[in-house]
């Protein structure tokens, strides 16, 4: 999986690379500016952003924030077990205790700090580009351990090319939405 992910690092653009060192720390900045717009913690709304995170876009992740940090959990968009666990969060819950899944929580930290040197976020889109397959995202659950062996792909990956795991992830990422995973044949 390691080879797989330098060969699609291969074949990502200047400008998905130039984007994927800056992916962590612009959504980070994005959670700063809305904790301070919402009166909440950094910890808080990165949590509530990691637990309304699977199976949505972006876009619907960051609407879905938004609501529900003012009090406008009903209709967002994602699953009613998400919005209970944001809303534990928002409560004062521990976001790692509640997120508790290895891509929420890897999420949650990612955009807590910033990216870091260890955390992967392994989502649908990158498990499809490791397992060179492209299956629905809604079925890409994965288990703990295959979460961790395409996590340590990509930072064995990262290692050879001298990045962050979390950058070098965010660059693929970019590169197989912008191609739209195997449709265009580019990755």
Same mark, same amino acid.
């Given at each position: 999986?390691?080879?797989?992910?330098?060969?699609?690092?291969?074949?990502?653009?200047?400008?998905?690379?130039?984007?994927?060192?800056?992916?962590?720390?612009?959504?980070?900045?994005?959670?700063?500016?809305?904790?301070?717009?919402?009166?909440?913690?950094?910890? &808080?709304?990165?949590? &509530?952003?990691?637990?309304?995170?699977?199976?949505?876009?972006?876009?619907?992740?960051?609407?879905?924030?938004?609501?529900?940090?003012?009090?406008?959990?009903?209709?967002?968009?994602?699953?009613?077990?998400?919005?209970?666990?944001?809303?534990?969060?928002?409560?004062?819950?521990?976001?790692?205790?509640?997120?508790?899944?290895?891509?929420?929580?890897?999420?949650?930290?990612?955009?807590?700090?910033?990216?870091?040197?260890?955390?992967?976020? &392994?989502?649908?889109?990158?498990?499809?580009?490791?397992?060179?397959?492209?299956?629905?995202?809604?079925?890409?659950?994965?288990?703990?351990?295959?979460?961790?062996?395409?996590?340590?792909?990509?930072?064995?990956?990262?290692?050879?090319?001298?990045?962050?795991?979390?950058?070098?992830?965010?660059?693929?990422?970019?590169?197989?939405?912008?191609?739209?995973?195997?449709?265009?044949?580019?990755?």
């Amino acid at each position: 999986m390691a080879q797989r992910a330098l060969s699609a690092f291969d074949s990502c653009t200047i400008e998905e690379r130039e984007r994927g060192l800056d992916v962590w720390r612009w959504m980070s900045n994005w959670c700063r500016e809305v904790s301070q717009e919402w009166s909440v913690t950094m910890r &808080v709304c990165c949590g &509530v952003m990691a637990a309304t995170s699977p199976n949505n876009s972006w876009r619907t992740n960051m609407n879905a924030t938004i609501s529900i940090l003012g009090g406008q959990d009903d209709g967002v968009a994602t699953y009613t077990r998400d919005v209970i666990k944001a809303l534990w969060i928002l409560a004062g819950a521990d976001p790692e205790t509640v997120l508790a899944g290895p891509k929420t929580c890897s999420f949650y930290r990612l955009l807590y700090d910033s990216g870091n040197s260890w955390d992967v976020c &392994v989502d649908g889109h990158i498990a499809n580009l490791l397992k060179n397959e492209l299956r629905p995202l809604t079925q890409s659950t994965l288990s703990r351990r295959e979460f961790e062996q395409m996590a340590e792909a990509i930072r064995e990956a990262a290692r050879c090319v001298g990045w962050r795991p979390c950058d070098l992830q965010g660059a693929l990422w970019l590169a197989w939405r912008s191609s739209d995973g195997f449709r265009q044949g580019r990755l």
